[in-house]
């Protein structure tokens, strides 16, 4: 089953995607960045929905470390959904860890298709490399003979 954690430090908004959500996984919330850090330190999570601008520990300082740390979501695509619209913003996010960077508000429609549409993807990953690639087969026929009077082990003169 697909685990989704939202953090975002307006409640409202948690509240919003978590209902929108819930029916593609088990979703978690997270109202500030360092209760975020140790969620995402203690539990694997199918994708992660990160503000940027929080108090206590911003989505930077997340992304940095979930980029650069070792640990069970360094690989977990993350959604940034937030009100920043700077193009510093969104090239430091992207060039960090980031898969999206939606801008706050998002149609809520575009947010689940989204989501589902990675989730899938991931699903499919997994499958692929769970799936065990069967040895090549070997067919096994009559060799056929050097033509005659020609064989790589004589030398013509």
């Known amino acids: 089953?697909?685990?989704i954690l939202i953090v975002d430090d307006d409640p409202t908004i948690r509240a919003m995607f978590a209902r929108a959500l819930q029916s593609l996984g088990e979703v978690e919330q997270a109202a500030n960045g360092a209760d975020?850090?140790?969620l995402l330190t203690s539990k694997?999570?199918?994708i992660v929905l990160l503000d940027l601008h929080m108090p206590v520990i911003d989505g930077f300082v997340i992304i940095h470390t979930l980029a650069t740390k070792p640990g069970p979501n360094r690989d977990t695509p993350i959604y940034?959904?937030?009100a920043d619209v700077s193009d510093q913003a969104?090239?430091?996010a992207l060039r960090q860890h980031a898969v999206f960077f939606l801008t706050k508000p998002v149609p809520i429609m575009t947010l689940v298709a989204l989501v589902d549409s990675t989730l899938k993807k991931s699903a499919l990953r997994q499958a692929s490399r769970d799936t065990p690639i069967p040895p090549p087969k070997v067919v096994r026929g009559t060799p056929i003979p050097p033509p005659r009077g020609s064989s790589p082990l004589t030398k013509k003169s």
């Open 1 to 3: 089953m697909s685990t």
């Open 36 to 38: 975020a850090l140790r």
């Open 44 to 46: 694997k999570y199918s």
């Open 80 to 82: 940034v959904v937030t």
């Open 90 to 92: 969104r090239l430091r």
